[in-house]
């Protein structure tokens, strides 16, 4: 594989003391005001993710579970785990059904999602960020925590893209009467402009910057969360909440071209996944259209229920990624999720890559505390085997895939995406585009993104036309979407030039991504 002489590429660097790339300009901000005050990218990261709380508050929260990729310099890559965990260890018996949401993108595209008290997890937001703090961190939790509070206490203005968001999700967070009295105080789902605010939020996160995690998940706030869904038949219960870890884990690693690609290993699927599809696109030596598109089909059709179950066995990374199991997909033929994702790159090349889901909420908003509880036990893409299948106190899969370039041991960009499973397509062209394309961080975001699903290539415009010409002709169906949308994914990367020092990103305008120096 060809790589470009130099990264990123030329004149889209600025020497600052650090970057953050994110979903909303103040999130940005936030981790920005982080980095002048002297903390690193770690610390920026949590604030940021912190102040993503409110302010993009249909994507994430305190009930909600992500990920975290790290890189200090002179220190191996690690990987937090702080995803949802399978409830249940409490013996508690469900009594309430999966309540269907059809949300739909446009009059062509929609995708069925689950919400209600069957639908929570455990989250992990709190026991990740507090994790990554105290053990990568320069500053205390306590000071992290400001922005959020801020935000939560005062309210903010919904840009356009969280009012969508709000906007299709509105089945969900108008069906009980605490997520109505928060997402539609006025009698209709927040618009563009109008505040949010969420004074329990604000007080919650006081209580995590002062107690950590004991906070959410112990005393208090457990036994209101175990009532509030008890009583509404789920089965996520105090045992499920006492029990929960943030897991530190080896990432994996592919190599494309002179770089190496770091992402988010099993039991998650998404970065695995990506690692196929870069280590076939070396192999053709190749990035064109029907390229990626081929190595897309190949990841799909290897998504069976053996590959879940080798999600859980050793050495199965070894095995799939195998030099036999490449020749194997060389020789032969060839949805949205409420997430959020943010990266941040300080001047000393720390760099830390989050991404962030409450899925599409579960439309439990648990009184008094602050916690809108996610509905990962209600996404599809999430539970390939079936609903209620996991093991309680097991993860759930993820296709979350915050990600790290290195060249060298020097990280050279970090990035992910949102997008349920459009998140491996969109940050495999991204990283398509930043390394064997050379483009500059917010070139590569901006560029058309395709993705393969169900046997349709969807395509944004801008997509090489030829290539989806060719490919019709050849029978494949192409929808072709006539402009750019948040179905795609929202990635959000930030670079940093080992020979200048130099620090870019890239805000996905398909989520309101914003970048901020500091």
Not at 220 to 239: D, H, M
Not at 408 to 426: K, M, T, W
Request: hydrophobic fraction near 40%; charge should be negative.
């Amino acid at each position: 594989m060809t790589s470009p002489s130099s990264f990123p590429s030329p004149g889209k660097g600025v020497n600052s003391r650090g970057v953050v790339a994110a979903g909303h300009p103040l999130t940005a901000e936030a981790g920005a005001e982080v980095l002048r005050a002297g903390g690193n990218a770690v610390d920026a990261a949590v604030a940021a993710t912190i102040a993503s709380f409110p302010l993009e508050s249909a994507l994430t929260g305190l009930g909600a579970g992500g990920f975290m990729m790290l890189k200090r310099p002179g220190e191996e890559a690690v990987l937090i785990d702080f995803f949802v965990a399978a409830p249940g260890m409490g013996g508690r018996e469900r009594s309430q059904e999966l309540l269907p949401a059809e949300v739909r993108f446009d009059e062509n595209t929609t995708q069925v999602f689950n919400f209600g008290a069957a639908s929570c997890g455990v989250p992990g937001t709190a026991a990740g960020l507090a994790l990554a703090a105290e053990r990568y961190g320069s500053m205390p939790i306590s000071d992290l925590t400001a922005a959020g509070i801020r935000w939560a206490r005062e309210g903010a203005p919904l840009n356009q893209q969280q009012a969508y968001v709000l906007s299709i999700l509105e089945p969900i967070y108008t069906a009980l009467p605490e997520a109505r009295a928060l997402f539609a105080p006025e009698g209709h789902i927040l618009r563009e402009g109008e505040l949010f605010r969420d004074p329990d939020l604000a007080d919650a996160l006081e209580r995590f910057g002062d107690e950590g995690p004991d906070s959410i998940y112990a005393g208090e706030t457990a036994a209101a969360i175990n009532e509030y869904v008890g009583v509404r038949g789920g089965i996520l219960g105090t045992e499920d909440l006492a029990a929960y870890e943030a897991i530190c884990r080896k990432p994996v690693e592919v190599r494309f071209g002179d770089y190496r690609i770091l992402t988010n290993p099993p039991p998650s699927s998404g970065g695995i996944l990506i690692g196929l599809c870069l280590a076939m696109l070396e192999g053709l030596d190749s990035t064109g259209t029907r390229d990626l598109v081929r190595a897309m089909g190949e990841a799909n059709g290897r998504r069976g229920a053996d590959f879940v179950a080798g999600l859980e066995r050793e050495g199965f990374v070894e095995e799939f990624l195998s030099e036999e199991a490449l020749e194997r997909a060389l020789g032969g033929d060839d949805r949205l999720g409420s997430t959020t994702h943010l990266s941040a790159m300080d001047s000393d090349g720390v760099c830390a890559s989050v991404t962030c889901s409450n899925g599409t909420g579960s439309g439990l908003v648990v009184p008094g505390t602050g916690v809108h509880l996610n509905n990962m036990l209600g996404e599809e893409d999430l539970n390939p085997l079936g609903f209620h299948m996991s093991t309680p106190g097991s993860r759930v899969t993820s296709m979350m895939s915050p990600t790290i370039v290195l060249k060298g041991d020097e990280v050279v960009a970090g990035l992910g995406s949102a997008g349920s499973n459009r998140i491996r397509s969109a940050v495999l062209q991204t990283t398509v585009n930043l390394l064997a394309k050379g483009m500059g961080p917010q070139e590569a975001v901006d560029a058309a993104r395709i993705h393969l699903e169900a046997g349709v290539l969807q395509a944004e415009p801008g997509a090489d036309e030829g290539a989806l010409a060719a490919l019709e002709a050849e029978g494949r169906k192409v929808f072709r979407w006539p402009e750019k949308n948040l179905y795609f994914g929202g990635v959000q990367v930030v670079t940093r030039d080992p020979a200048t020092a130099s620090l870019g990103g890239g805000g996905d305008p398909r989520r309101g991504g914003a970048v901020a120096h500091a």
